[in-house]
T-cell receptor, first 112, second 109 residues
């Protein structure tokens, strides 16, 4: 049972490059989330989706775009990467609000 | 503003008991979650409290007092594998989770 799968696991980018982080869940969850985790700080919500075809901004949405491709897949795109976006990115899913979120293994992204 | 406070780091001895506190100030309250995160890994769900009182799950228990904006996670019979960060998160009025920075728990033999 895969749960939440994120690709890639690691990536190094140069400033100004673009890339897409992919997330897929096989638990039939409605809600999906993208977080970033930085040292000494709590997880911060970037964008989230409450169902197929919907997206909404979280706490730190600037510089990121998302797409809820279908019920399973939720992608995060950096159009023009900046060093401040160096972080560990986690995708998560849950059946609904107030329910435990299940996390992927994370993508470690470094921007030089 | 919204704020969740947890101690940055705690140390305990194998076999002992440790209590990790979490205080919160959020716009609305829709439950409090505790997660465990081993270094370099994803957070995993431990417990959920929405009503006041104690929830027990094996060696782990979680307590909530909504009037005080306070929760704690109690870990009993500590094992070396319990060395990890423990994250407190509160559901706010927008049904999003607000996360604390986490408490790094170090277990010594």
């Amino acid at each position: 049972n895969a749960g939440v799968t994120q690709t890639p696991k690691f990536r190094v980018l140069k400033t100004g490059q673009s890339m897409t982080l992919l997330c897929a869940q096989d638990m039939n969850h409605e809600y999906m989330y993208w977080y970033r985790q930085d040292p000494g700080m709590g997880l911060r919500l970037i964008h989230y989706s409450v169902g197929e075809g919907t997206t909404a901004k979280g706490e730190v949405p600037d510089g990121y775009n998302v797409s809820r491709l279908n019920k399973r897949e939720f992608s995060l795109r950096l159009e023009s990467a900046a060093p401040s976006q160096t972080s560990v990115y986690f995708c998560a899913s849950s059946p609904a609000e107030h329910q435990p979120q299940h996390f992927g293994d994370g993508t470690r992204l470094s921007i030089l | 503003g919204q704020n969740i406070d947890q101690p940055t780091e705690m140390t305990a001895t194998e076999g002992a008991i440790v209590q990790i506190n979490c205080t919160y100030q959020t716009s609305g309250f829709n439950g409090l979650f505790w997660y465990q995160q081993h270094a370099g890994e994803a957070p995993t769900f431990l417990s959920y409290n929405v009503l006041d009182g104690l929830e027990e799950k094996g060696r782990f228990s979680s307590f909530l007092s909504r009037s005080k904006g306070y929760s704690y996670l109690l870990l009993k019979e500590l094992q070396m594998k319990d060395s990890a960060s423990y994250l407190c998160a509160v559901g706010d009025s927008n049904y999003q989770l607000i996360w604390g920075a986490g408490t790094k728990l170090i277990i010594k033999p």
